[in-house]
C-alpha cells in the first residue's frame, strides 16, 4: 500500500502518494477530476521497479481546494514542491490528459528536474474531440449522491467497461461523505477554472517544442481525445520523441496499466 505524505506550498497542503521501489524516482500526474490514487493499477504493474510519487492535484482528492491559483504555473510550481518535499532533485514524469500538460511545462521550464517524460494521451490543441464531453462530465455531473449503490451506478453508466475494482478505487478515493451523502472530492470550481485558464495553443506547443529530455507520447486508439494526427505531430516537435498507441480509450493507466508501466520502466532505465 502507498504512503500518504503532504507538503505545503504558498499556504495550500498538498497530498501525494509514495511507493517504495528500487528504481529511478517518478512523478504521477492525473488529469482533471481524478486523483493520486488514480494510478494504482499502473503502480501494481511497476510492481516496485520505480519508485512513485503521486500528488492530489491541488483542488482534487485529499489536497486543499483554495479560491484561486489554478494557472498551467501552480501545478509546475506544486509537482516542484512535492518532490522537494521527498529530496527528489530529478525524476521520470509520467502525465496523463490534465497532467500530461503540466508534463509538457514541467520539461520544458524546469530540464533539470526532468529525467525522462511519458506524456498519456494529451492533446496541445485547445479543442480535441472529447473535451467537449469531458467538460459536460466534469461540470454537469450530479453534486452528490445517496450512497455507494447510487454513486456506482453513475459511474458505470458514464465510464463502462471497467473491472469492479477500478469502480471501487473511484468510489474510495473520488468522493467524500457528508451529512449521509457521498460528495466529490475534485472541487467544481477548481474545475471550472482550470477549463477556463487552459494555456494558448501556440503556447503549449512552443513548451513541447523547448523539451530536449527523452519524451514517450502515449496514445490510446480509441481515444476521443488524442487523435492520431496530433500525437504525429507532437512527436515530431520534440528533440528526443517516439509515439506508442495502445488498444485503449483516453483512460489508458486504466485500460492497459501493464503496457504503460513497461514502456516508462524503459524509459526511465
Not at 529530496?87 to 520544458?108: K, P
Not at 472541487?187 to 513541447?208: F, Q
Request: net charge negative; glycine share 8%.
Amino acid at each position: 500500500m502507498p504512503q500518504r505524505g503532504a507538503v505545503i506550498r504558498d499556504g495550500t497542503e498538498l497530498v501525494y502518494w509514495t511507493w517504495p521501489g528500487a528504481g529511478p524516482p517518478t512523478l504521477l500526474l492525473h488529469g482533471i477530476g481524478n486523483y493520486g490514487r488514480y494510478w494504482d493499477l499502473f503502480a501494481d504493474a511497476v510492481g516496485g521497479r520505480l519508485t512513485l510519487v503521486a500528488p492530489d492535484a491541488r483542488g482534487h482528492g485529499e489536497s486543499a481546494r483554495p479560491a484561486d491559483g489554478y494557472a498551467p504555473a501552480d501545478f509546475t510550481a506544486d509537482a516542484l514542491a512535492v518532490l522537494d518535499a521527498v529530496g527528489v532533485d530529478r525524476a521520470v514524469v509520467v502525465g496523463h490528459s490534465m497532467g500530461g500538460l503540466h508534463s509538457i511545462n514541467l520539461a520544458a521550464r524546469h530540464p533539470e528536474r526532468v529525467r525522462a517524460l511519458v506524456i498519456v494521451d494529451a492533446s496541445p490543441d485547445p479543442l480535441p474531440a472529447g473535451a467537449e464531453r469531458a467538460q459536460r462530465l466534469l461540470t454537469g455531473r450530479p453534486a452528490s449522491f445517496r450512497d455507494r449503490t447510487e454513486a456506482r451506478m453513475y459511474l458505470e453508466r458514464t465510464s463502462p467497461g471497467y473491472p469492479a475494482s477500478v469502480y471501487e478505487n473511484r468510489l474510495t478515493f473520488a468522493f467524500r461523505e457528508e451529512k449521509g451523502e457521498l460528495i466529490w472530492r475534485s472541487d467544481p470550481a477548481a474545475l471550472e477554472r482550470i477549463m477556463s485558464g487552459r494555456m494558448p495553443t501556440d503556447d503549449r506547443w512552443d513548451a513541447l517544442a523547448a523539451i530536449a529530455c527523452p519524451t514517450l507520447v502515449v496514445r490510446g486508439t480509441r481515444s476521443n481525445v488524442l487523435s492520431e494526427e496530433v500525437a504525429q505531430d507532437m512527436v515530431r516537435s520534440l528533440a528526443d520523441g517516439r509515439l506508442m498507441e495502445l488498444d485503449a480509450g483516453h483512460n489508458v493507466p486504466l485500460d492497459r496499466p501493464r503496457e504503460l508501466a513497461d514502456a516508462a520502466i524503459a524509459i526511465a532505465t
